[in-house]
């Protein structure tokens, strides 16, 4: 397993549709893999495919606190959605940066799991903000972007000077 490379905001690549997994083959398990060692070393509670430059539909989520709850979601998709809550949001796209963002309370998903059975969930809190989080980067949406213009360029501006300080 490999520790992959993250993009940060606003990298453009963050911003490309990602496509559907044709094929839930050993690379892609291979790939799932690198991804759930790269979330844990992080630390994160959840990581898409696009933030590692692999524009697949492929999220991986562990919102435990024993860090041993590994959630593989392929092709997920989103049946229903109830209520609204507002919860702080990070993004290990975006280091450092937390604020609230409203999202549905409550919903229904469906995907495909790291052995290509197919699978329900029904999520609620934390796990339902963050499914919708990392959907969103695979419609190449990042969460700043519910944020007003002016958080926007702060934050853009603050990111890319740290990425000019890093090179
Ligand atoms: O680590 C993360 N924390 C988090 C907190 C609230 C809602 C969503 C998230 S996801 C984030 C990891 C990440 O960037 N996933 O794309
Ligand atoms: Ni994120």
């Not at 699978?119 to 609620?124: D, N």
């Not at 339902?128 to 519910?146: M, N, P, R, T």
Request: aromatic share 4%.
């Amino acid at each position: 397993m490999t520790i992959r490379r993250i993009l940060h905001y606003p990298d453009p690549r963050l911003r490309r549709q990602a496509n559907p997994v044709p094929e839930v083959t050993d690379d892609i398990r291979r790939l799932v893999d690198d991804m759930a060692e790269t979330m844990y070393d992080a630390p994160g509670i959840g990581l898409a495919a696009i933030q590692v430059n692999e524009p697949w539909r492929l999220i991986v989520i562990d919102i435990s606190q024993t860090r041993d709850r590994l959630q593989v979601f392929i092709n997920p998709e989103i049946l229903s959605r109830e209520g609204e809550q507002e919860l702080e949001e990070g993004c290990l796209s975006v280091p450092g940066i937390y604020e609230p963002v409203a999202r549905a309370h409550s919903i229904r998903a469906r995907a495909l799991n790291r052995d290509g059975q197919a699978f329900e969930i029904e999520a609620e809190h934390l796990l339902a903000s963050c499914i919708q989080h990392e959907i969103d980067h695979l419609d190449g949406k990042v969460f700043v972007d519910y944020l007003s213009r002016l958080k926007q360029s702060r934050i853009r501006k603050k990111l890319e000077k740290q990425q000019q300080l890093a090179m």
